[in-house]
């Protein structure tokens, strides 16, 4: 009787420990809840380069994409990719906005100029995302052109985590508990 009550306080006080507990990615890849990116990212990657027009050294590439998500605001009627930018990398391009409001902006795919547009364009929150139409030369699908730029990462839907932490709290609370049986037999 004694074990058995000792045992259950002792699974109840793994579970609640549990709880707090954040599985770690080889639990929720054994789950099939590992974070994702979605579209899935698809090879060839592409490259990209914001650029002062004319001369001057490259503002932002494609290691600056944070998300890559189809659906945004259409360009004269053509669907887009959002290319939503890391922090640094928003910084950098609306410090130059705003440094060179009069100058234009070059926004280049795998070398190919994409689009033009005056700096001032990309001051302050036009900095965040740099939109591409899903047309030629890329892409004319928006979700397949945002898997090129490897996709927007989607976090780990909550209830696979608390399934993670109840299967493992059960397995800890009944090792434990057959631990105490142990001890109390002796």
Same mark, same amino acid.
């Given at each position: 009787?004694? *074990?058995?009550?000792?045992?259950?306080?002792?699974?109840?006080? %793994?579970?609640?420990?549990?709880?707090?507990?954040?599985?770690?990615?080889?639990? #929720?890849?054994?789950? @099939? %809840?590992?974070? *994702?990116?979605?579209?899935?990212?698809?090879?060839? &990657?592409?490259?990209?380069?914001?650029?002062?027009? =004319?001369?001057?050294?490259?503002?932002?590439?494609? %290691? @600056?994409? +944070?998300?890559?998500? =189809? =659906?945004?605001?259409?360009?004269?009627?053509?669907?887009?990719?959002?290319?939503? #930018?890391?922090?640094?990398?928003?910084?950098?391009?609306?410090?130059? /906005?705003?440094?060179? +409001?009069?100058?234009?902006?070059?926004?280049?795919?795998?070398?190919?100029?994409?689009?033009?547009?005056?700096?001032?364009? &990309? /001051?302050? @929150?036009?900095?965040?995302?740099?939109?591409?139409?899903?047309?030629?030369?890329?892409? @004319?699908? *928006?979700?397949?052109?945002?898997?090129?730029?490897?996709?927007? #990462?989607?976090?780990?839907?909550?209830?696979?985590?608390?399934?993670?932490?109840?299967?493992?709290?059960?397995?800890?609370?009944?090792?434990?508990?057959?631990?105490?049986? #142990?001890?109390?037999?002796?």
């Amino acid at each position: 009787m004694v *074990s058995a009550t000792v045992g259950v306080i002792v699974a109840i006080g %793994a579970f609640v420990a549990l709880q707090m507990w954040t599985p770690p990615a080889v639990i #929720l890849g054994l789950l @099939d %809840a590992a974070p *994702s990116r979605k579209p899935a990212p698809e090879r060839p &990657f592409h490259t990209l380069a914001v650029k002062p027009a =004319g001369a001057g050294d490259v503002i932002v590439t494609d %290691a @600056d994409v +944070a998300n890559a998500r =189809g =659906g945004g605001p259409s360009i004269n009627g053509v669907p887009t990719v959002g290319l939503e #930018l890391t922090p640094a990398a928003r910084d950098r391009l609306a410090a130059y /906005a705003a440094a060179h +409001a009069a100058d234009s902006i070059v926004v280049a795919v795998d070398g190919t100029t994409i689009y033009t547009r005056p700096a001032s364009t &990309f /001051a302050g @929150d036009g900095a965040r995302t740099i939109a591409l139409p899903a047309t030629s030369p890329l892409e @004319d699908n *928006s979700e397949r052109l945002a898997a090129r730029f490897g996709g927007a #990462l989607q976090p780990t839907p909550g209830y696979a985590k608390q399934a993670a932490r109840l299967g493992v709290a059960i397995i800890a609370g009944l090792i434990v508990l057959f631990l105490v049986m #142990l001890v109390v037999r002796r």
